[in-house]
């Protein structure tokens, strides 16, 4: 994978992962936290799947670069 789409991944969950936590601290997740002890679906989705997407392109712009064998 390129440098820069490894980069684009890391943006984009770093973004979905915002989000997710915007959606945990709204009104509604506050209500469904504070009767079940857990955020909403939609928060924990979210932060999940942009804790995993972050992952990967952080990953990908940390590891080195590998050469193909020459024929």
């Not at 984009?12 to 992962?17: E, F, P, R």
């Not at 952080?58 to 670069?65: C, N, R, T, Y």
Request: proline content about 4%; overall charge positive.
């Amino acid at each position: 994978m390129n440098r820069w789409m490894s980069a684009i991944l890391f943006l984009i969950g770093a973004v979905v992962l915002g989000l997710g936590i915007n959606a945990a601290n709204s009104v509604s997740s506050e209500t469904v936290q504070a009767v079940s002890g857990t955020p909403s679906d939609k928060a924990l989705w979210f932060m999940l799947g942009g804790g995993a997407i972050a992952l990967i392109g952080l990953v990908g712009m940390v590891k080195k670069p590998t050469s193909l064998p020459h024929a």
